[in-house]
């Protein structure tokens, strides 16, 4: 574990909640990172060696749904200055998943180690941040209700390829009463980079869902006979894509340890 | 029919496709007014003695969805400069309806022999505006596709009462793609004043209605097994209101003849 560094700037910011929970995430003392900091925006993290990282933008550009970049580094530098005060991506994670030829090697509390001069790093926004905007709405979100994960499901809505990276989108999945659902889309629509308005609703089957009672990824929810399941793009996308590549290298955050960033959720709608 | 009064304003205005148009309804040249003057608002008549107008401005007030009001004239002024210039609305709609006791009592074509110093009109918001916006997105209407009347139900959705004003929302149906759903949700949000988002989506039997393929109004049309029917709030909610209360003497707009007014679609837009 790195050595804390201390906040050179003695302003308020080092107070703030963020800025004290990557600290206690530096230290070891995060379990997971939701509810940590609230109000403030996680991301999902992805870093590639630099021959790899312009295809890879390239990615996120043709899929800003799955894939929306909230900061990304300089070649070789891991700080990201716009996303936090004195933010190490190497060390304010309190996991990640080391990536080699498509099998993960290694699931490390730092990357110090693993860190090289050739890495760019890409924080992705995340539903965290659209969840806290439908809650404050009092939009219930059922797997928060249920205490379990969300729901994902691989789809057959094929992203925009940048090779090597390419497949299926994933969907994050939440039961909602139509009123709610259209409510919900209107609350959404307004952050574009956490993934915006839904890209399906009603219909699992038209978009490659078989059983809905079976996610990819996550835990099934209850949904009740007067609700419709409604589908937001999935920042596990990324993931996958970069997975199914069986690049030489790769970094990610491990799933439900993100980035919690200095930027406030509200500073993303765009309304 | 009443004489066609020149316009007293020399100005572009007069000569606009929404002028032109009512000049034609006044004539009596108008078998419809879909697809007169397009881009320009059309709207929905409601007319009451001033006795039962607060009423009923009230009852638009606490339903802003199905009763939109865009215009209304002062006590016994058939003008609302607001909506256009010259605008009589005595004589502007191709044809009328006369209401007594609740029962329908005249259809004609201009209401001079109707009019009465205590009367107050209203205009409200009709869904052409909003089919305009979805269509210049590229959105299928299919009850435009299919060349017949939008289909309307009545729903268990009741209305806030404003006695004698009562009764059930009504609301008219489009299938749409579940993606166009929600695109068709951020676009009609956009129009507050012309029904704006739908009320309702995926569940017709949540909301009353029992058989998709029977509408109490209009007609029906084909929904695909890739669709969902979509619910807006309808401006014939307020008609129906009128109708149901039995008032001792109302005026509407006769169906599918509305008032064309100077507004354009795109200045209903609140974003």
């Not at 003695?10 to 109000?39: F, I, K, M």
């Not at 094929?158 to 209107?186: N, T, Y």
């Not at 980079?193 to 869902?209: D, E, M, T, Y």
Request: glycine share 6%; hydrophobic share 40%.
């Amino acid at each position: 574990m790195t050595v804390l560094t201390a906040p050179h700037a003695s302003n308020a910011a080092s107070t703030s909640p963020s800025y004290q929970a990557r600290l206690a995430c530096r230290a070891g003392n995060a379990e997971q990172t939701a509810g940590l900091a609230p109000g403030y925006v996680q991301g999902n993290l992805a870093i590639l060696p630099e021959k790899l990282a312009s295809a890879f933008h390239r990615f996120c550009q043709l899929n800003p749904k799955p894939c929306p970049i909230i900061g990304m580094s300089e070649v070789g530098n891991p700080k990201i200055p716009s996303l936090g005060l004195d933010l190490d991506i190497r060390t304010d994670l309190p996991r990640y998943r080391v990536w080699r030829d498509g099998e993960m090697t290694d699931e490390p509390t730092d990357i110090m180690a693993h860190w090289r001069d050739d890495l760019v790093a890409f924080v992705i926004g995340c539903s965290f941040s659209f969840e806290e905007a439908l809650m404050a709405d009092e939009l219930p979100i059922r797997h928060i209700e249920q205490g379990v994960r969300v729901p994902m499901y691989r789809t057959s809505i094929a992203c925009v390829p940048s090779a090597p990276f390419e497949g299926p989108m994933v969907v994050s999945m939440r039961p909602l009463k139509p009123k709610d659902a259209i409510r919900a889309v209107q609350i959404t629509s307004r952050f574009p980079s956490v993934h915006g308005a839904p890209v399906h609703l009603g219909l699992p089957q038209s978009i490659g869902i078989t059983d809905i009672a079976k996610p990819d990824y996550g835990d099934p929810v209850l949904i009740k006979d007067d609700e419709v399941p409604v589908f937001w793009a999935c920042g596990v996308t990324p993931q996958a894509v970069i997975a199914a590549a069986r690049v030489p290298f790769a970094i990610t955050h491990s799933p439900g340890l993100m980035l919690v960033t200095d930027l406030k959720n509200k500073q993303l709608a765009v309304l």
